[in-house]
């Protein structure tokens, strides 16, 4: 079935501990984006990648950090988790960064909650 | 800065029309997007502008006006599915998606 998955669904974490989001997509999309959604404050873009083999930081990319290895993989790491990290996290992709008409496609979330 | 506004939550009828607003200030523009988002699930593309005026897509339909900074979304013959979020995002200069906070859209029978 064709579309970005992520794992895990969710997750309690105790601050201090480090933490990977999977992210997977199998639409060949060149571009790659990790966001996170809080009540009231709408999507905010973390870290993002344009192609295999390059990343950039977002909106709010403090204690976030990515890597590109491959097309198909985006792996989010919380080096120390902190409560405020406390979020739902989006992984999307999109065909190509920077075209026109690039729209984005989501994965179905994963909701990370740090004590 | 780059800001979009859109109304935190809207109330309408089952079977009625309702335009949900939103309006951008962008640093350069390259199109505006709206996505639906459900409750606990994914936003999922709906409409994409970047010329001035309507597109119509069945039920849904999507206008913009460039000069004023301004998009609407207008759902018709609203069905009790159409209950949810609808974000309105602004692609800057830069090619970088700016995000509304979204319009909560509750639909009473």
């Known amino acids: 079935i064709a579309g970005i998955t992520q794992a895990p669904t969710s997750q309690i974490l105790a601050a201090g501990r480090r933490m990977t989001l999977r992210c997977t997509q199998d639409m060949r999309h060149n571009a790659m984006y990790w966001y996170r959604q809080d009540l009231g404050l709408g999507l905010r873009l973390i870290h993002y990648?344009?192609?295999?083999?390059?990343?950039g930081k977002g909106e709010v990319p403090d204690g976030y950090s990515v890597s590109r290895a491959n097309t198909d993989d985006f792996p989010l790491t919380l080096a120390s988790a902190v409560p405020s990290q406390t979020s739902v996290y989006f992984c999307?992709?999109?065909?190509?960064?920077?075209?026109?008409?690039?729209?984005?496609?989501f994965g179905p979330g994963t909701r990370l909650t740090v004590l | 800065g780059q800001n979009i506004d859109q109304p935190t939550e809207m109330t309408a009828t089952e079977g009625a029309i309702v335009q949900i607003n939103c309006t951008y200030q962008t640093s350069g523009f390259n199109g505006l997007f709206w996505y639906q988002q459900h409750a606990g699930e994914a936003p999922t593309f709906l409409s994409y502008?970047?010329l001035d005026g309507l597109e119509e897509k069945g039920r849904f339909s999507s206008f913009l006006s460039r000069s004023k900074g301004y998009s609407y979304l207008l759902l018709k013959e609203l069905q009790m599915k159409d209950s949810a979020s609808y974000l309105c995002a602004a692609l800057d200069s830069n090619y970088q998606l700016i995000w509304g906070a979204g319009t909560k859209l509750i639909i009473k029978p």
């Open positions: 999307a992709s999109s065909a190509e960064a920077g075209a026109r008409t690039d729209t984005q496609y």
């Open positions: 502008n970047v």
């Open positions: 990648s344009n192609t295999a083999g390059t990343t």
